[in-house]
């Protein structure tokens, strides 16, 4: 069983910084895409960022440029840079890993709380 091990949470005032990382505890196998989602209560989860094994990026519409997805391709292990974070991104991110393709796997971390204030 796979497990993903995510780091970089925790507080900080509105306008600061924050990097998440997330790797993999085994081999990745095959094409695959990575990234971040979050929670806030009472919320569904929704997209943050995203990047594939090829360096395909996606991301949420409420980034809007102050977020970057980026991987050591190497180690396969994932960061979102997180820039002039503001109250309303508060929330629980978990980390992603699904395989594409005939590669048939779907894990889920188990989240870092990122709670930005004053």
């Known amino acids: 069983q796979e497990r993903l091990v995510e780091s970089g949470g925790g507080v900080v005032q509105p306008g600061g910084s924050l990097r998440l990382s997330c790797a993999p505890s085994?081999?990745?196998?095959?094409?695959?895409?990575m990234g971040w989602y979050r929670q806030q209560p009472g919320n569904e989860r929704e997209l943050v960022a995203t990047i594939t094994s090829v360096g395909g990026t996606n991301y949420g519409e409420f980034v809007k440029g102050r977020f970057t997805i980026s991987r050591d391709s190497a180690e396969k292990t994932v960061y979102l840079q997180m820039n002039s974070l503001r109250p309303e991104d508060t929330a629980v991110y978990y980390c992603?890993?699904?395989?594409?393709?005939?590669?048939?796997?779907?894990?889920w971390g188990q989240g870092t709380q990122v709670t930005v204030s004053s």
């Open positions: 992603h890993l699904k395989g594409l393709g005939s590669f048939n796997y779907d894990y």
């Open positions: 085994g081999y990745v196998f095959g094409p695959y895409v």
